[in-house]
């Protein structure tokens, strides 16, 4: 609203009801989001980085090792699935979980428009894929929980790295410590 215009003394009014502000205590509260380049937010988006090519490369390890001869795992063990030997599997855990572990770090490094939306869909096929292997083989193993843990563990430092932002559409803009405004692609 602002102040009222002065009377013809030349000063302005105190007076509220001769249009100066209200008083602080009438203003309404506002709440503001927390900025995602506060320091919680980059420690969590350095250990989503982590956390993803941790289970990128552990996934790249053991697809390939299944293609190569099962990691030590009997083709017993596959009996009763649409599997007859440890090749499929492997290249599937390359393709479900490796490749998208790694694109999803890729895009948090190089600060992609598209890296939330990456790193939570990298969590849930994480998730998806123990629900998946235990489907299939019925068989447990202590890792099982340990790596269905970290895929949710994913989508939680992704939500938490990225709070305030859109999963996806407009373009997220970034200001430097310089106050320089830059658009991620």
Do not use: C
């Amino acid at each position: 609203m602002g102040t009222a215009p002065p009377p013809a003394g030349g000063k302005p009014s105190a007076n509220p009801a001769a249009g100066a502000s209200p008083p602080a205590a009438a203003k309404t509260a506002t709440t503001t989001a927390i900025p995602a380049g506060s320091a919680g937010g980059r420690v969590a988006r350095w250990l989503l980085i982590g956390l993803e090519l941790i289970i990128g490369a552990s996934a790249v390890y053991g697809g390939v090792g299944l293609m190569l001869g099962g990691l030590g795992m009997p083709v017993e063990w596959l009996e009763g699935t649409p599997f007859d030997s440890w090749v499929l599997p492997g290249a599937f855990l390359l393709a479900v979980v490796s490749a998208p572990m790694l694109l999803a770090a890729t895009g948090e490094l190089a600060h992609r428009r598209w890296a939330y939306a990456a790193s939570l869909a990298a969590g849930a096929l994480q998730v998806g894929w123990i629900l998946v292997q235990l489907a299939i083989l019925q068989r447990y193993f202590f890792l099982q929980p340990v790596m269905a843990g970290a895929g949710v563990l994913v989508v939680g430092l992704a939500w938490w790295a990225h709070r305030g932002e859109s999963v996806v559409g407009e373009p997220v803009v970034e200001v430097s410590r310089a106050g320089r405004r830059r658009a991620r692609s």
